[in-house]
């Protein structure tokens, strides 16, 4: 039993889960992270996949969500990295992967817990947990209770930039160049150049502008929610 009702969106299953070999390919008179053999599309920037020539390398991941016979259980603390990725560049509800902007507003509703969120100023704020539109809200906030001891912050969002990315950071061994992990789950911006070529992103991480918080009254409320 996972204590989930529904299976949300951006969750893995544990058949898309690829474990492909890294090594430290040579480039530019250095080495970065690569999968071997590398594709096209492996490597992501602020704008989304890049061409083979730069970028922070992105883990591989297979999106089987609407094949149910061949994608196998849900792996409930595991995110499928593509579909995250999803959500964030096209603002889709982590729940049920629609659009999760309010069109009366134009602003985008969003459930914050401490472990994915970081205050960075009034009003912004940094997170790799996507929205969650008013339909879901309800539905999301029974499962974060029901799993989570943190409070949960419901609020609204007006505008979203690409930050950076979550991810695992590796090092060459001195003597074989095989890559070992030394960081996990690390915050590396898109400007943290230094950083990219050990990088294997795992979530994207977006800035958050212009939140305001919704009082338990007003925002399921003014939305017919309850
Ligand atoms: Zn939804």
Same mark, same amino acid.
């Given at each position: 039993m996972n204590g989930y009702s529904t299976i949300p969106y951006v969750i893995a299953f544990s058949n898309e889960l690829v474990e492909d070999p890294i090594w430290f390919e040579p480039s530019a008179g250095s080495v970065r992270l690569a999968y071997r *053999? @590398?594709?096209?599309?492996d490597w992501v920037g602020p704008g989304g996949v890049r061409r083979y020539a730069s970028g922070i390398l992105r883990a591989r991941v297979r999106d089987l969500l609407d094949r149910p016979d061949e994608?196998?259980?849900?792996?409930?603390?595991?995110?499928n990295t593509l579909r995250q990725w999803r959500c964030m560049d096209h603002l889709?509800?982590?729940?049920?992967?629609? *659009? @999760?902007?309010d069109l009366g507003t134009g602003r985008t509703p969003w459930l914050l817990v401490r472990p994915v969120f970081e205050a960075t100023g009034p009003g912004t704020g940094r997170t790799n947990a996507p929205p969650c539109c008013w339909a879901c809200v309800p539905k999301a906030l029974e499962e974060c209770k029901m799993l989570r001891a943190e409070p949960v912050m419901l609020c609204t969002v007006g505008d979203v930039t690409s930050a950076g990315v979550l991810a695992d950071i590796y090092q060459p061994m001195p003597d074989t160049g095989q890559p070992v992990p030394c960081l996990r789950n690390a915050f590396v911006a898109w400007?943290?150049?230094?950083?990219?070529?050990?990088a294997l992103a795992v979530a994207q991480v977006v800035d958050l502008h212009g939140i305001e918080p919704v009082g338990p009254r007003d925002g399921p409320a003014l939305h017919g929610l309850r």
């Open positions: *053999p @590398a594709r096209d599309g994608r196998g259980h849900e792996r409930m603390r595991k995110l889709f509800c982590q729940v049920c992967g629609q *659009p @999760a902007i400007s943290d150049h230094i950083w990219h070529a050990g």
